[in-house]
């Protein structure tokens, strides 16, 4: 079974009619439109991240529907393989990101991707770490939904360890499902922090299958692919009693230490930080402060 990625949707509705019927156990290809939905090309500059179109960005392609599938359900999908394209865009967003205050004008980067990895700058390359940005099933409530805002159905997670091998188990809202997936990404950091990771197009390879009358709550992720950066590192840290800006404080400060030892510009360093540094919640015990870390791998910075 084969979906294109002319069958897409911007919203989760619960009536929008699936565009592919499955049996649970089968296996199928999924194309996937870039974040963009192919308003940015190789070409592109940051004067057209600032022309693009944010209705229609994030594009997602289904739904799909599954056999069988009821509300009180789970859905499996097992992630087989992710090809992805020959090339990526990142982007700072004017007044998206988690230091949209720091960074107020657009950025664009083209990424090459190839033989495993992916080159943000000359010279600045690691490794390609595919995975799913927005993966998610039709909500039970009516009417629509952003498709850029994570509900318990799913969506809009951003969890880097959705890649191959991955197995997503996510709770059923309505008769079939109607699972939709979109926003690949070639390598992203935990946190996104600039709000784009390395966005492209690709094909994913996947498997549904259903753990009939069993709640979940919220989704659950199973993987191997943490494996897939745990080289040396150099994290930066926030503390406070704010969580929120204990995780700004911490992305400023690993920026500022790129910075420090690369001598890249500000702006590529925050890029380089949402698509190759970790965020961690280190510590929410000892109150009234919280401690959150950045990572990245020390050789990025040599």
């Not at 699972?179 to 950091?189: K, P, V």
């Not at 709000?195 to 690709?202: D, P």
């Not at 590529?268 to 009234?288: F, G």
Request: hydrophobic share 45%; net charge negative; with cysteine.
């Amino acid at each position: 079974m084969h979906l294109s990625s002319s069958r897409t949707h911007i919203v989760w509705d619960r009536d929008i009619p699936p565009v592919l019927r499955v049996s649970p156990g089968q296996e199928l290809t999924v194309e996937v439109a870039d974040a963009s939905g192919g308003q940015l090309t190789p070409d592109s500059t940051a004067d057209d991240v600032i022309a693009m179109d944010f209705a229609n960005v994030n594009p997602v392609s289904g739904p799909i529907a599954v056999e069988g599938a009821e509300p009180g359900d789970i859905l499996v999908v097992d992630i087989l393989d992710i090809d992805v394209d020959a090339w990526g865009w990142t982007a700072n967003i004017p007044n998206f990101g988690l230091l949209a205050d720091e960074f107020p004008d657009a950025h664009l980067r083209i990424s090459a991707i190839a033989n495993g990895t992916v080159e943000l700058l000359p010279g600045l390359s690691f490794p390609c770490v595919p995975m799913v940005g927005t993966i998610g099933v039709a909500p039970p409530e009516a009417g629509q939904a952003s498709v850029l805002v994570p509900t318990r159905w799913g969506g809009n997670m951003d969890i880097r360890h959705i890649g191959g091998g991955a197995k997503l188990m996510l709770p059923v809202g309505v008769t079939g499902a109607l699972l939709s997936l979109g926003d690949t990404h070639a390598a992203m950091g935990d946190g996104e922090v600039c709000g784009t990771g390395i966005e492209t197009g690709s094909t994913v390879t996947m498997r549904v299958d259903l753990i009939k009358g069993r709640e979940l709550k919220f989704p659950i992720v199973e993987t191997d692919a943490r494996a897939a950066r745990a080289g040396n590192a150099v994290a930066a840290t926030g503390i406070g009693p704010d969580l929120m800006q204990a995780t700004k404080d911490a992305a400023s400060g690993l920026v500022d230490e790129i910075v420090r030892r690369t001598g890249l510009a500000p702006i590529d360093a925050y890029l380089l930080a949402s698509v190759a540094a970790d965020l961690k919640i280190s510590e929410v015990v000892d109150a009234p402060n919280w401690v959150v870390s950045m990572h990245i791998e020390r050789d990025l910075l040599v």
